[in-house]
């Protein structure tokens, strides 16, 4: 029963033996020790993710110290922490327009989305460990992150207000930060087997050079799938001034919880900045898919094979 739920590419290790599947949850200590023994390296790809804070902040933040302090306990060589430029403010700010590997992180974390919270608390915590006691963690942060096994409509593209209408963070005409998902895993692997101490402590960005923005991605998605797909820009000042209108609606109604839309936030996500990866380039000899055709092939063509397929 178990084998139904593996990838095809894991399934024959599994049963040869060469994989050892575990099942555990950030928030289980034990779990995590055990799991972890003996271990070379770890990646960190759990997101710990939650409906509210207090729920990310017990499982995205407080799970990754402890997974933290138990590879501290088992020796682990590294620590792979997978976190996102979405714990980066990804707007230009003072005339800076590329973000590098040693852009810190959002200075003001309250005024953005639960998820970044987390991954930018996370990031701390982490960090803190390595200066404290020296844990040997570095941290990924990948792009808008695209192919097999990511959702057709993905919101690194837009605000989905139907499956087939993208709302634009914007004009929706700058190149976004793309990356095929099969070079995010090819660069985790080469972190986890690095030799040497140069990553840790550190971050690394993970971004193609790819000449390619939402509407164009919508467009193609629309002529491979024959879906009627539809891409709208829209300025973002008129997005924030619908936003507070639903939230005086909400507030009128007295529910719970809701929050002030944030206007940095909403800024950070039209991502009109450009990423430098010089570590992952430089240090891990990363060379990810970025020529134009063949980047379109592998993460926006295969919905119109899937389409055809469901078709047939």
């Not at 593996?6 to 049963?15: D, N, S, T, V």
């Not at 060379?287 to 919905?303: G, K, S, W």
Request: contains cysteine; proline residues 4%.
């Amino acid at each position: 029963r178990r084998k139904a739920f593996l990838p095809p590419e894991l399934e024959r290790p599994a049963l040869e033996g060469r994989l050892r599947l575990v099942v555990g949850r950030l928030e289980d200590a034990e779990g995590l020790r055990a799991a972890t023994r003996g271990a070379r390296s770890v990646v960190h790809l759990a997101t710990g993710n939650g409906e509210t804070w207090e729920a990310v902040e017990r499982s995205m933040v407080a799970g990754s110290r402890t997974l933290g302090e138990v590879c501290l306990e088992n020796a682990v060589g590294r620590l792979v922490f997978v976190s996102s430029i979405a714990a980066l403010y990804t707007a230009p700010t003072e005339g800076v327009s590329v973000l590098s590997d040693e852009t810190p992180v959002d200075p003001k974390p309250d005024e953005r989305a639960i998820y970044s919270r987390g991954k930018i608390a996370a990031e701390a915590a982490l960090m803190a460990l390595h200066r404290a006691k020296g844990l040997p963690v570095c941290i990924a942060r990948p792009g808008v992150v695209v192919g097999e096994g990511t959702p057709m409509q993905h919101s690194g593209l837009g605000l989905w207000a139907r499956d087939n209408h993208c709302v634009g963070w914007g004009a929706g005409d700058f190149p976004l930060p793309l990356v095929w998902v099969d070079d995010v895993a090819e660069a985790l692997v080469a972190a986890a087997l690095h030799e040497g101490s140069e990553l840790d402590g550190k971050a690394f960005n993970l971004a193609a050079r790819v000449d390619l923005d939402a509407r164009t991605i919508v467009s193609e998605l629309r002529r491979v799938t024959g879906r009627d797909l539809h891409f709208h820009s829209r300025n973002l000042v008129l997005s924030q001034s619908m936003e507070i209108g639903k939230w005086l609606v909400k507030k009128a109604g007295r529910r719970k919880g809701v929050e002030f839309p944030s206007w940095r936030d909403l800024r950070a996500r039209a991502l009109d900045v450009r990423f430098s990866c010089a570590t992952a380039r430089g240090l891990l000899g990363w060379r990810p898919v970025e020529e134009r055709e063949a980047f379109l092939d592998r993460t926006v063509r295969i919905y119109g094979e899937k389409a055809r397929s469901s078709a047939e």
